[in-house]
């Protein structure tokens, strides 16, 4: 249950995602309902075949009381539980979301070994790079492809959200191409990301999840900057969801055994 979207995912023994859904409606609106039925008829089953639930994200703390969930937990957990699940030789989680960005460290078992998270600023998230694609009157799936014809990228100084909106309005003023200025955009939020990723080590291999992780144009200038590949696997944006249902699956279990 993110700031932006809501993502679910129904997981059968464990091991196979049979329901997954994505709806671009955050905590607070109805879009982790939507997302939960949406995931539930994709699994081809009813709500009562759920053996147990648990939510994750901005919105997990309702989760329970108002989506009839079973228990909650921390993001960064899901995450790193997630990331291990598609790939499991991580070591090192950059997750890029609508309102936070992480640096997630993990030890070769795959637990969670330390963490730093952004400063409550939109600079260095999917809100950021929202922002500045409607001043630009671009769509977010668009930003990648014309940043990739950038020759000259120009410099975003400014950290705060509000001054580099500014700041790209300006340089559209000076008739600056409108790729040398997305690339610029992408490499503001790649600076501000990598700081964090810095802190916890830069350790192979390294898996970025969240919903920027589809703007290649991000993960090309962290690439750049952090020199070392980064996977994006297939199911990045889902990998809180993915952990949330594993940690569902270990509570079954223990609740079988008691």
């Known amino acids: 249950m993110g700031s932006t979207t809501s993502k679910s995912v129904v997981l059968k023994n464990e091991t196979e995602i049979v329901g997954k859904a994505i709806t671009k409606l955050g905590a607070g609106t109805q879009g982790p309902a939507l997302s ?55 070591r090192t989680v950059i997750d890029i979301g609508g309102q936070d960005s992480k640096a997630i460290s993990l030890s070769e078992k795959g637990t969670l070994v ?43 100084s400014s950290v705060c959200t509000v001054f ?10 000076k008739n600056v191409d409108i790729s040398d200025i997305i690339a610029g955009v992408h490499r503001s939020v790649a600076n501000k990301v990598s700081g964090l990723v810095k802190r916890v080590g830069v350790r192979q291999d390294v898996v970025m999840s969240g919903g920027v992780a589809q703007n290649q144009g991000v993960v090309l200038a962290l690439e750049e900057i952090l020199h070392c590949n980064i996977i994006v696997p297939k199911y990045a944006q889902l990998a809180g969801a993915i952990g949330a249902a594993l940690y569902a699956s270990d509570s079954l279990t223990a609740s079988k055994k008691e």
């Open 164 to 173: 580099a909106e500014s700041e790209v309005i300006s340089q559209l003023a």
């Open 114 to 156: 330390s963490f730093f998270m952004n400063e409550k600023c939109a600079a260095g998230t999917g809100r950021f790079i929202e922002i500045i694609a409607r001043a630009l009157g671009l769509e977010i799936d668009q930003l990648a492809k014309v940043s990739s014809q950038s020759k000259n990228i120009v410099n975003i």
């Open 36 to 90: 939960i039925a949406q995931a539930i008829n994709d699994a081809g089953i009813l709500r009562e075949d759920i053996s147990y639930s648990i939510g994750t994200g901005y919105g997990r703390n309702s989760f329970v009381d108002f989506m009839e969930g079973d228990s909650q937990l921390s993001e960064l957990t899901c995450h790193a539980r997630g990331a291990k699940f598609l790939v499991p030789t991580v």
